[in-house]
């Protein structure tokens, strides 16, 4: 990308004598014909442009949730491959073209970036099915189709991240002129989960990217596969090599976030530690309360109160892991969310009418089991549910705990799967959570809606719905829910009194640069200029 003359005629003349030329891909791909397609899969580390095996040759097992198989053998990348990731991204922040490059041709490469994902949505949705469980439908339209969106909203702010002028109050007024400046941080470590491998990676990457950063990004163990198929896209798209770099396998093994030499941001989600002193942006658990009042509308609180919880199998961030119902409403509303609960249909994701599919692996499933176990030892109602399915593969039954109180280890601790969690109004206090990530409430009445809203502690609240998040809102959550905001106009215009200087959400520094202009009326004069 020549953004110059002057680097016009030198890309020109490098080209003219076999200089400069592009190396061709070479993927060692792992096919599979599923899903009434042929699916290719890369399933090595991708650095500096390229896909290879970890230094050490060592490999891990990659699994289908659905029935247990092994989908392919995936590079375990060791310390000295994140060593030469970080020194391509790195490499590729200092002298490439990625960060000199004018914003607009950046945003244009990450339109590209965004059309090649909507071209093999199919395929991206497909692998998104067979390595973490998701149903393909959900797949297909949020895992993939919001990562879609993502970059494509981010892309659209690449030329419009913009610094200010500030007026200042000195000696002597209006004859200094003070402005800022924002420039990309460097080489930014990320590290994502597995309840959203894709989605995850556009979230917590894309504005990374327009901001004319570079990144290491390291997906999550049991779900790397999607992660490296966009590797393959960002080549395609025309991202210099270096700017990208995927390191699968172990987050103890790799220690992504204790390195001095990813100098400058660390991106996580769900869980980290840290040793030496970086620019962090964490989003952790949540423990969301769910407030349904006897004035609401029945049918879409049951609806929507399901889908606060079940969504994704439960493995969903702001999952509603605590209902409050009033009590006068309380039986009828677990009546009919038992009735349908027993609709739902639970069995292979790729079959489009399935309702319900595998949880992500099999520790997590065995976590979820001891997890009901716990909460009918401690006294709560287990309604239904509660078990693993008796099938191949990691299914949990949708179940629902009734009767639990403010003590209890359910009503504390988020399952992260499809456990509904509910207390009367009299049992429970909703703000009685360490996490504070999301919230929402049912209610007909406006008033009440807001009076309860303003006093819930929580980083999102929804009222009469449930999981409606978009790429132009801001995400995020507080107290033990993590820090910084994804998404939004906050991602790229960020603003100190807000983030807290931690600068997760605009992966931006900003520098202040003063002018001191001595204004002379002669000098103004001779000019023509008038005061």
Known sequence: MATTFQSFIQMFVRRLRGEDQEEELVIDYVTKDINNMTVKMPHQCFINGKFEDAEDGKTYNT????????????????????????????EAFDNGPW?????????????????????????????E?????????????????????????????CDKIQGSTI????????????????????????????????MMLAWKSAACLAAGNTLVLKPAQVTPLTALKFAELTVKAGIPKGVINIVPGSGIRIRLIFRPSADDFCCFCCSCAVSNLKKVSLELGGKSPLIIFSDCDMDKAVRMGMSSVYFNKGENCIAAGRLFVEE????????????????????????RSTDHGPQNHKAHLDKLVEYCEIGVKEGAMLVYGGRQVDR?????????????????????????????????FKDGRANNTEFGLASGVFTRDINKAMYVSERLEAGTVFVNTYNKTDVAAPFGGFKQSGFGKDLGKTEQNTHCIITLYHFKTSFMTMRIMCMCIQVRKPFMSTCGLKL
């Open 63 to 90: 699994v289908n949730p659905t029935d247990g198989s092994v989908i392919c053998k995936v590079s375990y990348a060791s310390v000295a491959d994140v060593d030469r990731a970080v020194s391509a991204a790195k």
């Open 99 to 127: 960060g000199k490059m004018n914003p607009r041709d950046r945003g244009r490469l990450l339109y590209r970036l965004a059309d090649l994902m909507e071209e093999h949505q199919e395929e991206l949705a497909t692998i």
């Open 129 to 157: 099915t067979i390595d973490s469980g998701a149903v393909y439908t959900l797949a297909l339209k949020t895992h993939v189709g919001m990562s879609i969106q993502t970059f494509r909203y981010f892309a659209g702010w």
């Open 167 to 198: 007026p200042i109050n000195q000696a002597r007024p209006n004859r200094n002129l003070t402005f800022t400046k924002k420039e990309p941080l460097g080489v930014c470590a990320i590290v994502i989960p597995w309840n959203y491998p894709l």
């Open 328 to 351: 006068s409403i309380h039986d009828e509303y677990i009546r009919r969310v038992v009735e349908e609960i027993k609709k739902m249909k639970i069995g292979d994701p790729l079959d």
């Open 392 to 424: 191949p593969g990691f299914f949990m039954e949708p179940t629902v705990f009734t009767d639990v109180e403010d003590h209890m280890f359910i009503a504390k601790e988020e399952s992260f799967g499809p456990v509904m969690v509910v207390s009367k």
